[in-house]
Structures are given as C-alpha cells and as structure tokens.
C-alpha cells in the first residue's frame, strides 16, 4: 500500500512563506531586538529548503527592515521598539478575545502580538496545560504526545478547557481584559458553548470577540515542519488525510472576526491594528 505524502509547497512562494513564519515570530516578541539568526545554511536545514530560498526570504525581511545583515554570514534582528500600551486599551469593561485555529495557522503569535499592544494577558492553552496534560497521559498508559485518540479527546481535552476558561474567568472577575488562544474547533462549532461562555461572563460584565485565524495550506504546513513538535507528528505522516479530516473551510458558527495568516495577505501586526480599531469602535458605539 502506498504511502501518502504531503502535497509540494509551490517553490516561487516558499520563501514568502518563510518571511512571513519569521516575520510574526519578530511582530510577537519571539525573536528579540538584535538576536541573531541562524546562518543562512542552518536555517535551510531547519525549514528544509534550499540556501537560495532562505536568502530570498531575508531579502524580503531586510527590505523590510526586520532584519539587518552585519556581515556575509552574519543577520540580526531589528524589531521595532513595543510602545506602551495606550490608555484607550483600558476598556470601560473587560473584554475577552477567544482567537481559535488549525495548528500551525498562527494564532498563538497574533495572541502575543495583540498582547503586547494591548497589555492584556495572554491565556494559551498549551502553555498553561501542556506539562500536566502530558503527564496525565503517560499515567494512563498513553503516549505523551497523543492528540487523536478517544482517550485524550473525551477524558484529557475537556479537562484542558475547564483549566483554560478557568484562569480566563479568574482574570475577568479581576476586571481585566484577556487574550485567550487554543484551537476551539469543538468549542467555535458549538452554539450552545459559545452562549453559555458568553452569557457567564457577562455576569461580570465583559464583552466577548471570537476570531478565527485562518491559514492556507501551504504556509500551515511549512511552520508546523519547522517547529518540529512531537504532537504533530501524526499530522506530518500522514498530511493529505490530516487536511482532508479538519476541513479548511470550517468557520464558527457565531459571529467573529477573521484573520488571513496565509503568505498573500497583510501582515499580522496590520491585521491586528484593525481587529482592535473593531474592537474598540464596537463597544464606544455600545
């Protein structure tokens, strides 16, 4: 039986694709002002690319000027000064941003970028989750990695929400704003979960925004390589019929806020900029 392989990444937009994987990683706080970057060759065998299309895509940072090349082998980082967060971020009442995604789609990094613009905090999922969930795993006799089977998806994931929309609502009560992110495609699927969180956390008077982050294939599947994650090997295995399962067409079904993270759009921080200008022209309009 033949094995299915991962459809090709069209080669003219590989190093776009790059680029823009590198450019949310300056945008989000990951890669530091002055950092500098992996040569040229480490970083073609990171991506997996050629040393012409990493050249290409610093091309295109450096035009930018993201990145500033020091010497023939040598590029450092330059991202733009963070302001300080400004006063109109401090909302009348708290407002909560569930952004959900595929994995690889680039919500954590729009959840950083619109932290740092915001000073809201940030509640990631795996972040708050992943050491203990991986460890209720291997008790269970289960690979620490599992992210398909019954087990984890009916016993592990719906603890990992509870967790999750726990600290989100301890953050509320507080009366402050939060920035929440994980995948929600069970949850964004749902109507009823969506009233329900809505409606709860009303009771402290915040206003709830879903954005959905949607990512071509292409551009997914190139970051979810790059950052070599042990849960995503299944996905990597077996790549058409990981596609073919989730569906990219899939959407919420409430009213949200969508963001392009494919290599052709604008770029997150634009994006972001204009999803906060929704935000706050939404609730002065209230």
């Known amino acids: 039986m033949a094995t299915s392989r991962p459809r090709l990444t069209p080669p003219e937009s590989l190093h776009q694709q790059i680029a823009r994987n590198i450019r949310n990683e300056i945008e989000a706080g990951v890669l530091r002002d002055g950092q500098v970057l992996p040569s040229t060759r480490d970083l073609a065998a990171q991506w997996n ?46 407002h909560v941003i569930f952004i959900g995604g595929f994995a690889g789609s680039g919500k954590t990094e729009l959840g950083r970028i619109l932290a740092r613009q915001t000073g809201w905090p940030m509640l990631d999922k795996d972040t708050l989750t992943r050491p203990v969930v991986e460890a209720a795993l291997e ?26 929309l726990a600290a989100t609502d301890e953050n509320v009560e ?29 009771k402290y008077r915040a206003r709830v925004t879903l954005v959905w982050v949607f990512c071509d294939e292409p551009t997914m599947q190139a970051y979810i390589r790059h950052r070599g994650a042990a849960r995503d090997s299944a ?27 494919s290599a052709s759009s604008s770029p997150l921080q634009e994006q972001s900029q204009e999803l906060l200008k929704a935000i706050l022209a939404n609730e002065a309009g209230e």
């Open 235 to 261: 996905k990597l295995a077996d790549w058409n019929g990981y596609i073919g399962r989730i569906g990219l067409d899939f959407r919420p079904v409430a009213p949200y806020e969508l963001i392009d993270n």
């Open 49 to 94: 690319v050629s040393v012409f299309t990493i050249s290409e895509a610093m091309k295109v940072l450096m035009e930018e000027g993201l990145v500033v090349s020091q010497s023939r082998s040598r590029r450092v980082v330059r991202a733009p000064a963070q302001p300080v967060p400004r006063s109109e971020y401090r909302t009348a009442a708290p």
């Open 139 to 164: 008790v269970l006799g289960m690979s620490p990695n599992d992210r398909e089977s019954d087990t984890y998806l009916d016993l592990v994931r719906p603890r990992e929400y509870e967790a999750l």
């Open 174 to 202: 507080c009366g402050n704003s939060a920035i929440v992110t994980a995948p929600f495609l069970r949850e964004f699927g749902d109507a009823a979960w969506i009233s329900r969180t809505s409606a709860r956390l009303s």
